[in-house]
C-alpha cells in the first residue's frame, strides 16, 4: 500500500487492518516466542482462578498487531513513536479491528508527520441464528430490533452426565427460527460488560425475501493509544 501525503486528512481513518477470529493456538506460539508462560493465557483454570471468565490473549499481543498495522503502512523506518494501554481484554473466538485515527498532519524537521489515535476492538459473537422478518423493514430498522432483543438460556444437568440445553433468543417484530438458533462459547461465560461493552446485531448473509442469518456480537476497546509516523516520500 502507497500512502499519499496529500490524500492524508485529520479527522479521517488511515490506517485498519483486521484479524481473527483468534485461536488459543496463537496464544500458546506467542507464549514460546516472548518467553510469557502466564498460565492464564493457555489454561482454562487458571485463567478462571486469577478472576477471568476463561483463557485470554497476552496484552502485547495484540500491542503487535497495532504495530504491524502502522508498519504495514508506512513501514517499520517510518514509525516515530507507538504507545498504549490496555482497557479490555481479547479472548479466543474473537475477531479484532485494529484502526489509526488522524488527528494531526504536520511537517517538522524536514519530515511530513501525522499523528495518530490508534485502538483496537474485539467483536464476539454471542448468538447467531436463522430469522424472518416483514420484507419492507429496513436494514437498519431490523438490526437495531434484534440488538434489542433477549436471550434466555436454560441449562438442567447433573453430576451423572444427564444435561438439558435451552437457548432461545426473541426480538421486536422479529421471527426466530429456534432450530438454528447457536449460542457462541461467549454466551455462557457471560463476558458482557454492560457499561463498557456496546451490543449490536450484523446480517450474515444478504436477506432473501424475508429470510436471513444473523449475529449478535459484543464490541469492547481492548488497547487506546497514539502514534506518530513519517510518510515516506
Do not use: C
Not at 485498519?16 to 493465557?41: C, R, T, V, W
Not at 524537521?109 to 476492538?121: C, H, M, P, Q
Not at 422478518?133 to 436471550?151: C, H, R, T, V
Amino acid at each position: 500500500m502507497v500512502v499519499k501525503w496529500d490524500d492524508l486528512n485529520e479527522g479521517e481513518i488511515g490506517p485498519q487492518m483486521d484479524h481473527g477470529p483468534l485461536y488459543e493456538a496463537e496464544f500458546k506460539i506467542y507464549a514460546d516466542a516472548g518467553g510469557d508462560s502466564n498460565p492464564i493465557h493457555q489454561d482454562v483454570i487458571a485463567a478462571i482462578k486469577a478472576g477471568n471468565s476463561g483463557i485470554i490473549a497476552h496484552g502485547l499481543y495484540s500491542h503487535a498487531w497495532l504495530g504491524k498495522m502502522l508498519t504495514d503502512w508506512v513501514g517499520a523506518e517510518n514509525v516515530r513513536s507507538y504507545g498504549g494501554r490496555m482497557v479490555g481484554m481479547t479472548r479466543p473466538g474473537d475477531i479484532v479491528h485494529f484502526q489509526g485515527k488522524i488527528v494531526k498532519k504536520y511537517e517538522e524537521d524536514g519530515e511530513k508527520l501525522v499523528d495518530l489515535e490508534i485502538k483496537s476492538t474485539t467483536k464476539t459473537f454471542y448468538v447467531r441464528g436463522e430469522g424472518s422478518a416483514d420484507p419492507s423493514m429496513s436494514d437498519e430498522e431490523l438490526l437495531g430490533n434484534l440488538a434489542q432483543g433477549k436471550i434466555t438460556v436454560n441449562i438442567d444437568w447433573d453430576v451423572s452426565g444427564e444435561k438439558k440445553f435451552a437457548l432461545s433468543f426473541e426480538a421486536p417484530n422479529v421471527e426466530i427460527n429456534p432450530k438454528r438458533l447457536v449460542g457462541d462459547k461467549a454466551l455462557i461465560r457471560n463476558w458482557i460488560r454492560p457499561d463498557k461493552d456496546t451490543i449490536k446485531a450484523e446480517l450474515l448473509t444478504k436477506r432473501k425475501e424475508n429470510v436471513f442469518w444473523f449475529g449478535i456480537i459484543v464490541l469492547r476497546d481492548s488497547i487506546v493509544g497514539t502514534a506518530t509516523v513519517a510518510i515516506p516520500e
